[in-house]
């Protein structure tokens, strides 16, 4: 049995009889997931070039994933507009602004909160269409609600993304609620890189076995060898000063069948080194 977007979402209270308008956020000159990560993507939405939010009640927020998939951000009232000129000051760095008319006054309906990044659908052919009106008969189709506590956004790529210490430890905290992290991890071996963001020492290790990065992930985020993951490097770093964990950020740098030999996954990891310098200048010790 199929369930639309509206159906659940008036299982919160939602009044689908308001002038409602639903939007898909997927931007080749911005990295939506790095606006999420910053918690940018609702004063990013806010400013628009033409006027999509006039005459409009409130906008249910939806960010791509791959294919026609997109991830729910929100629910937001709209209050009202002004001139771009007089909107938020965007972050340093960030261009979202430039040449927009209109900054919309967007307020979260909180009631929706819960759905945030365990809602997903199905934008549907249209996928070009970013906005549109949420209409009863041209419903989004409703694929999956992820379980509760979920923190992460849904998993898109293995060369996508790149999570914060922080973020790691999220993801074993609760491992049921982020099974589509855990499956894909699960099911490769690979190399990967760890960046100490204030330094820009790199960190390159490797991963095999049963379980592969999400098993040596694991130790990393929980248990005795949290923060370091038994390196020595690591270890070291941490005796002068418990917070470096802080500074991590993990990612996927390469990719392999999860029965591919130990031999042969350290022989990728130490070509990684030798391509990042990270034995010369980095934290690998050999």
Known sequence: MKIGLIDLLELGEFDANKPTKVVRHQDSRNSIEQLRQNNWLEQYQAYQKNPVFHKVEQVVSFYGLSGTRAGFYGVYKVLGHVPASQGEVVPTGQNWGQGCKFFYNLQRDARFDDLRDRLIVDWGKGAINWQQWLKRGVDKEVLEVLSPGRRLPPFVDYLK?????????ELFSNEEAHRDWKNPLSAVAGVYLILAET?????????????????????????????????????ELM???????????????QILPISTSEKE??????????????????????
């Open 161 to 169: 993304f790149s999570l914060p210490f922080c973020r790691l430890e």
């Open 199 to 235: 330094s820009g020492d790199m960190y390159v290790g490797s991963a095999c076995g049963a379980r592969g990065i999400w098993d040596r992930w694991r130790k990393y985020a929980i248990g005795s060898d949290a923060g370091h993951g038994g390196n020595e490097r690591l270890r």
């Open 239 to 253: 005796a002068r000063d418990s917070s470096y964990p802080a500074r991590f950020r993990f990612s996927v740098l």
């Open 265 to 286: 996954v350290v022989q990728w990891e130490q070509l990684y080194k030798e391509k990042l310098g990270s034995k010369a200048t980095g934290l690998n010790l050999n």
